[in-house]
């Protein structure tokens, strides 16, 4: 028995030994170039097979599995880099990934970029992971701004890479994506406006934790653009943390002003504190959306205040999405659309809405969205939790209102799948959960997810919490019910 099964593991081996190399090469293109370095061990034929793959991926974590990055010594990982570098001599390179801590010196990062560059790399990630330090962008990147296809460039939550590289003459005429993370674009308002025109063919943009500078307005206007993320890390970090004492300035200081001025763009992912005004929302083609905007202290104080008169407006950036198939909403959101819209559109295409649920943020704008989504068939929630208030309408039971009210967003509400996440099978969330199988008529299927606790400290598993949900009165006689585990 024992002889077959190794006969039967080289025939294997052979198998895939026998293999064309540029279908090995493909193979070995998904492992990190660390791994697939591993593999020149295996046979004389995998010795230098892992240089010829064009996809290279260079992260000096790896090296360091046991110490902090700042007491790692680097000599093994420039030596790896350099060696690896120098093995495949002019093979041609599609993909450069570098991901570097502190340590790493700053003119041979550029060295290697440099090569990769001048091999035709067309997608290139730099991230460098160095506290407190202002990074110069590698001049290498503007001789050959014409080849890249994909760039990305970071810092994480360190550093800060200097904008300098977006108000030269460089043009990326053929870049079709575009990653920033921890980019300072500038004191200037039109740093955006800037950015964009020196990427002619920019289909998608991301940019995470930017720095505002305090600007008074903030455009992102493109025919190209089709994706388009813009993370102003509204959340900041506790005053104690590391964190908080570099970038205590990060995301606090959004612009007054916020436009888009992408009409064919079909994919939206904003969070950041609310703005002061959206001059301009143009999302025609938008199918897509995810919001996650915030209030900061003092937007919860003067909407709390009778002596400070609310000056922030969301209304256009609501109504210019109002055209969306697909929307997320955090609670966040849900509280800024009662605070600071005047309306809510009517939402004629959207037929899957995701919210996402807090115990310090109330559902009172959950009704009118409801109502104002004729044809929605699919409701997430991402967990039950929410602020109890007398302003929820139907949309919950946490407070019977006084008498009933004259629209019911529930039972006028079209949604035929209901899907709950992060789940707890409190006494709460289980009412809440029969009020829903109680008022939505339309209803075909509810899917509940157990949060991964709440069967281990409740002993309440799939079984538990299906049969206890059974015997609720049901509006829709044919609904289903499945519950299962995270």
């Known amino acids: 028995m024992n002889a077959k099964k190794r006969k039967s593991s080289e025939e294997e081996l052979d198998a895939i030994n026998n293999l064309p190399e540029d279908v090995l090469c493909h193979i070995l293109s998904f492992l990190s170039t660390k791994d697939a370095a591993l593999t020149s061990v295996l046979s004389k034929r995998w010795r230098d097979l892992f240089t010829l793959i064009p996809s290279l991926d260079f992260d000096d974590s790896t090296f360091m599995p046991c110490v902090s990055p700042e007491e790692c010594p680097r000599t093994t990982f420039r030596e790896f880099v350099n060696r690896v570098l120098a093995l495949q001599s002019n093979s041609p390179i599609t993909k450069f990934s570098l991901i570097c801590h502190n340590g790493v010196d700053q003119d041979l990062a550029e060295t290697w970029i440099l090569k990769a560059l001048r091999r035709g790399a067309t997608d290139l990630t730099l991230v460098v992971l160095f506290p407190s330090r202002i990074y110069s962008l590698p001049s290498s990147i503007f001789f050959y701004s014409h080849n890249l296809i994909k760039l990305k460039l970071g810092c994480g939550r360190l550093g800060i890479i200097h904008h300098s590289l977006f108000w030269g ?3 990326f005429t053929n870049l079709r994506t575009l990653h920033l ?8 308002d039109r740093s955006f406006a800037r950015l964009l025109s020196k990427c002619p063919m920019l289909e998608e943009l991301i940019v995470n934790c930017i720095k505002w500078h305090r600007w008074s307005s903030a455009s992102v206007c493109s025919l190209t653009l089709k994706r388009l993320t813009i993370d102003g890390e509204h959340y900041l970090p506790p005053m104690d943390s590391h964190i908080f004492k570099f970038h205590s300035d990060f995301g606090t200081a959004s612009p007054s002003n916020v436009s888009f001025d992408t009409p064919n763009l079909l994919y939206l992912n904003y969070s950041d504190f609310v703005a002061e005004n959206y001059p301009l929302v143009k999302l025609d083609s938008l199918v897509e959306a995810r919001l996650d905007v915030g209030s900061n202290t003092s937007q919860m104080h003067a ?5 400070y008169e609310v000056r922030w407006d969301a209304t256009n950036l609501i109504m210019g999405i109002q055209n969306v198939q697909t929307l997320h909403l955090t609670s966040d959101t849900i509280e800024v659309i009662e605070d600071f819209c005047k309306t809510v559109p009517v939402f004629h295409n959207l037929n899957h809405l995701s ?6 943020r109330g559902w009172q704008a959950l009704p009118l969205l409801l109502i104002n989504c004729p044809n929605l068939q699919t409701l997430i929630f991402h967990g039950l939790h929410h602020r109890v208030t007398d302003g929820c309408g139907d949309a919950c039971d946490c407070i019977s209102p006084p008498s009933p009210p004259s629209s019911s967003c ?6 035929k799948i209901l899907k709950i996440l992060d789940f707890g099978a409190t006494c709460g969330e289980m009412s809440l959960v029969e009020h829903f199988l109680k008022k939505l008529p339309r209803l075909e299927q509810v899917i509940i997810v157990l949060h991964c606790d709440s069967f281990i400290e409740e002993d309440c598993g799939p079984s538990e919490v299906s049969e206890a949900l059974e015997m609720a009165p049901r509006a829709s006689p044919n609904c289903k019910l499945k519950v299962v585990n995270h």
């Open 169 to 171: 003459d460089i043009i």
């Open 303 to 307: 909407r709390d205040s009778e002596e």
């Open 181 to 188: 993370d921890s980019i300072d674009l500038g004191q200037r």
């Open 355 to 360: 919210i996402e649920s807090d115990d310090e």
């Open 410 to 415: 529930l039972s006028s509400c079209p949604v």
